[in-house]
């Protein structure tokens, strides 16, 4: 084999990957997937993670532009005393295929709605389908099978807007 051919050979078989976020955002028992424009999938809002952007960070980015929604993710931010944070942990992690040379880690988060009658707005340019699914909506076929077992973890797990927000409302003392 010439030096040339597998050079080629070498750099055909490279695969790449990208750290990306998805953020699985509940409201009212339902959680919101979009229509992917070029997979012609239903996923959760999420996208590649800029330069020097955090990956919480991102799931907001990418959930603000996608949805125009304000999300509170599912986990706690803390700054410790020596001066290092540790960041909000993803609920998982998932390792895609996008083709036989490029994968995504996607690092997949769950949310609420900051807003307790949240409007979808999303930016020009993105996707126009949204939808909330409700529980027996996730049985589909047409939803792959990572996005429905998210999905039913998030409706599982993420607090409703009241058992996250109403506390932080004047004139509603906690319990």
């Known amino acids: 084999m ?3 051919s597998t050079d080629r050979h070498l750099i055909m078989s490279e695969i790449t990957r990208h750290f990306t976020v998805s953020t699985f955002i509940v409201h009212e028992g339902r959680v919101l997937l979009l ?3 070029q ?11 800029e330069r020097d952007e955090l990956p919480q960070d991102a799931a907001v980015r990418e959930a603000r532009e996608e949805t125009g929604l304000e999300i509170q993710l599912i986990g706690e931010s803390e700054q410790l005393p ?11 992690m998932n390792l895609h295929h996008i083709n036989p040379f490029h994968q995504h880690i996607d690092m997949e988060f769950l949310a609420c ?3 307790q009658h949240p409007q ?4 020009r340019g993105e996707s126009s389908q949204l939808r909330w699914f409700a529980p027996q909506d996730l049985d589909s076929d047409s939803l792959a099978y ?4 998210m999905a039913h973890l998030a409706l599982e797990e ?4 009241e058992q996250a927000f109403r506390a932080e409302e004047p004139n509603h003392p906690q319990p």
């Open 2 to 4: 010439s030096r040339i």
């Open 35 to 37: 229509m992917h424009k």
């Open 39 to 49: 997979l012609g999938l239903w996923l959760p809002p999420g996208g590649h993670i």
């Open 82 to 92: 020596d001066g290092s944070t540790m960041l909000i942990q993803p609920r998982a």
């Open 113 to 115: 709605c900051r807003e």
């Open 120 to 123: 979808l707005n999303p930016a």
């Open 146 to 149: 990572n996005v429905r077992r």
């Open 158 to 161: 993420v607090p409703t807007w």
